[in-house]
């Protein structure tokens, strides 16, 4: 395990050299908007996967469009006083831990701020005690999820969002772990649905396959200016051209940038 995280170190070096800024496109005169990203190395290795790949493309992103983006594994960078600076936080592969870290979370949120979750980053279930994360979330707590990974036929519910300009009505996903939350995040009147897995997909799995129920994957809180997104488990995630239009408008969308 160590020698994984010291080849993960040497790969990301380049991208993230000393923690600093990776985009250098911008001038002193015209600062561009920062992203925050952070992401967790004491977890599951398709977690672990998925990090490396999304730092890699935030980091090229990043160049691409005009914003700033740096990253960090410690989570005691989620104070106050450091959020002030980003217009934008990922969580990548984890969550806050501590009560001061989801405290400052929580403020940085109801006064603005932009975040934008992965997968496993929105885990909860009847042992989590962060009350206010699960109806910022939507309401409902993990009930299962498909296994193995596999790639999903999704349904864009709404074409005309900024998030998913320029999708097809459908379109196949990657090889992903797909959770369903109960109740579904579509039965809160704050929670607006973007995509959702199609029900022809059923049974989705084999090991241990969903059969049935309603499965959003991308959705936004429309009390805040956030989005989470399923996709998250494993090295596949940013292989389908599509969904990373999807993603690249996301980050736009959150950057006021769409």
């Known amino acids: 395990m160590k020698k994984y995280f010291l080849l993960l170190a040497l790969c990301l070096a380049p991208f993230f050299p000393g923690n600093r800024a990776l985009s250098q496109t911008a001038t002193a005169a015209a600062a561009p908007p920062k992203v925050l990203v952070f992401f967790s190395l004491n977890v599951e290795a398709d977690h672990m996967l998925f ?33 002030k600076q980003y217009k934008l936080i990922m969580w990548l592969n984890g969550a806050p831990g501590s009560a001061a870290q989801k405290e400052a979370f929580q403020k940085y949120m109801d006064n603005g701020g932009a975040w934008l979750g992965f997968h496993v980053a929105a885990y909860n ?30 349904i864009v ?29 579509r039965l809160n009147k704050d929670i607006h649905v973007l995509m959702t897995i199609d029900p022809s997909n059923y049974p989705l799995g084999i090991k241990a396959p969903v059969t049935s129920g309603d499965i959003p994957v991308v959705w936004t809180n429309t009390n805040y200016k956030m989005l989470y997104m ?26 006021d940038k769409h």
């Open 125 to 154: 279930d009847s042992h989590s005690r962060w009350p206010w994360f699960l109806t910022f979330i939507g309401g409902g707590v993990f009930d299962v999820n498909s296994w193995p990974p596999i790639p999903a036929k999704l």
């Open 157 to 185: 519910d709404d074409p005309d969002s900024p998030v998913t300009k320029g999708l097809p009505k459908t379109f196949v996903s990657p090889t992903n772990e797909w959770y369903r939350w109960k109740p579904s995040p």
């Open 230 to 255: 399923n996709m998250g488990h494993g090295d596949k995630v940013f292989a389908s051209p599509v969904q990373n239009m999807m993603i690249e408008n996301s980050v736009l969308w959150l950057l």
């Open 51 to 83: 990090a490396t790949d999304a730092l890699k493309f935030f980091a090229e992103l990043a160049d691409k469009d005009g914003f700033r983006v740096e990253a960090t594994s410690n989570w005691q960078d989620l104070n106050e006083a450091n959020l």
